[in-house]
Every structure is written in structure tokens, then in C-alpha cells.
């Protein structure tokens, strides 16, 4: 699993979360990070937490692309605007979850993301 987010506590706080349920995770700062590591083969979800109005970028759209082939994508976003939401969809993210919201809630849709894709 691929956690993305420039900040660190986010992406800190996402990892232990995810360890607690047994899942390996590796943490990233961009998406192009992600792209440029080698721990991405071996990736087969993604949590790319986004602040507001990143994804009306065209180059992080397409960054978003290539990190969401192949593997399933959940979108952690500050606003759940229509447009970042259509834009995440058609990047590949599979879901969407807005901020505020439980660990529960975001732990249990990495599973059943992780565990669609392994069965899929």
C-alpha cells in the first residue's frame, strides 16, 4: 500500500493505522515520489490524501493516472467538491472518503479495497 500526502502527520498517522489491521505500507510526500520508487510494483492500493483544488492540476491528474493503473485508489480530500471527486474518478481513485472522518471508516475501506483487488 502507497500512502500519499504532503503532510506527514496524515501520512504517519494513515501508516500505523493500516500496520495496527497487519497491511504493509510505504508513505510518500507526492505522487511523483511514488512513481519514482521501486516499492510500487509491489503496491496494490493507494491512499492519496489531497488538499483542496489539487486534482484541477493536469499533471497531477496524470500522475494520479499512472500510480491508479493496475490498483485500486482511495481519495482522502479536504473538500468533496464534484469536480475534485470527477477528476479523482476518472484518474482511477475508486473511492472517496471527505475530512473529517473515523479511522474505522478509512481502515475498513482500505480493506475492502485490498481485499476486492487480491480476489479480483
Do not use: W
Not at 502507497?2 to 494513515?14: G, L, M, N, T
Not at 504493509?24 to 483544488?53: G, I, M, R, W, Y
Not at 479536504?78 to 474505522?104: C, M, S, W
Request: charged content about 25%; hydrophobic content about 40%.
Amino acid at each position: 500500500m502507497a500512502i500519499v500526502s504532503e503532510d506527514a502527520q496524515f501520512r504517519q498517522s494513515v501508516k500505523e493505522l493500516v500496520e495496527s489491521a497487519g497491511l504493509k505500507a510505504n508513505t510518500f510526500p507526492t505522487l511523483q515520489a511514488v512513481l519514482d520508487a521501486e516499492e510500487l510494483k509491489a503496491c496494490d492500493c493507494l491512499v492519496f490524501h489531497s488538499e483542496t483544488n489539487a486534482l484541477n492540476d493536469p499533471v497531477q491528474q496524470a500522475r494520479l493516472r499512472l500510480v491508479c493503473a493496475g490498483r485500486g485508489g482511495i481519495l482522502v480530500t479536504e473538500q468533496g467538491n464534484i469536480r475534485t471527486v470527477v477528476q479523482a474518478l476518472k484518474a482511477g481513485i475508486k473511492d472517496v472518503l471527505q475530512k473529517p472522518y473515523r479511522d474505522r471508516e478509512l481502515l475498513k475501506r482500505i480493506v475492502n479495497l485490498d481485499g476486492n483487488l487480491s480476489h479480483s
